[in-house]
């Protein structure tokens, strides 16, 4: 029985990791493929003969993207919105959760009040649109920033990541002379940098791919960021996008400067997430009741 029992479950884990296996294959190709294109030769991709990794690399798209300002003055817009973005996120996030995290605090039920009210009824586009519009964040890099300061869903998961820490480490705190801030960065924040570090990542990665709000409140080009200088050069095209600079060499192939295109949008996020991956299942379990 006891021999019947390990084949059968070494045939379970061969089953198990081998459509694991598929299904990361299945998964990974289109990003190959991608990045295949961006570094192929003209002659190659327009022929259609590549498959799944070119011949020759011909790496004048990157060069086409990198000889025009426009590609790095999306790249400075977007890191200012992940930088300054998350700050703001974090700032409202933590001291919102920690006030709703203490008891004796007279107003917590009215506020949790109003953030449980909008997970349950927003305002919608189109109000969103009109406040922005009247408070003059138009065409201005704080209008995707501001409207999305916070997330009522994260605050009150990190609500209940800070009533998980004991009460008497809170006490002694008070018996030592601290005050609430004094608590709040002293004691609060230093025994949450797990839930700190999990939410800091869900929103840099959440600002690093604005995308609809930066459709909606910019109008200026100068002030696009990555992602939507891509949607740009993929649907319009290079032409439009990348024409304004001199250029000394034969133009690539319009599909190979939108496969660059996309492999440079998307290469900070990607060389960064397998640092931080660990912080992602972490976040799963915040807020969880643990036995």
């Not at 007279?106 to 953030?115: A, D, E, K, N």
Request: with cysteine; glycine share 6%; hydrophobic share 55%.
């Amino acid at each position: 029985m006891g021999l019947r029992q390990k084949r059968s479950d070494f045939w379970l884990d061969a089953l198990i990791y081998l459509a694991i296996g598929a299904f990361t294959l299945i998964t990974l190709l289109p990003f190959v493929n991608v990045l295949a294109v961006s570094v192929a030769s003209t002659a190659e991709v327009v022929s259609g003969k590549l498959i799944l990794w070119p011949e020759s690399f011909d790496f004048s798209s990157y060069r086409y993207i990198f000889n025009t300002g426009i590609f790095f003055s999306s790249l400075k817009n977007t890191v200012w919105i992940t930088g300054v973005g998350t700050a703001v996120n974090m700032a409202v996030t933590a001291l919102l959760a920690y006030v709703c995290s203490r008891g004796h605090f007279s107003g917590r039920r009215p506020l949790l009040f109003m953030i449980v009210f909008t997970m349950l009824f927003a305002g919608g586009m189109i109000p969103t649109f009109l406040v922005v519009k009247a408070t003059g964040l138009m065409n201005s890099l704080w209008a995707l920033v501001i409207p999305t300061a916070a997330s009522a869903f994260n605050i009150l998961v990190m609500r209940e990541f800070f009533e998980s820490i004991h009460d008497s480490i809170i006490e002694s705190a008070k018996i030592d002379g601290c005050n609430d801030l004094g608590i709040f960065f002293r004691i609060v924040l230093p025994l949450s940098k797990p839930a700190l570090a999990t939410f800091t990542l869900f929103y840099a990665v959440g600002n690093w791919n604005q995308y609809f709000s930066a459709i909606l409140y910019l109008n200026n080009s100068a002030l696009w960021p990555l992602q939507i200088l891509l949607r740009q050069v993929v649907l319009v095209g290079q032409a439009d996008i990348y024409s304004a600079m001199e250029y000394g060499e034969a133009l690539p192939q319009p599909l190979t400067i939108q496969m660059a295109t996309v492999v440079l949008a998307s290469l900070p996020i990607v060389i960064v997430y397998p640092f931080l991956q660990r912080y992602f299942v972490q976040g799963l379990t915040l807020g969880a009741v643990k036995g």
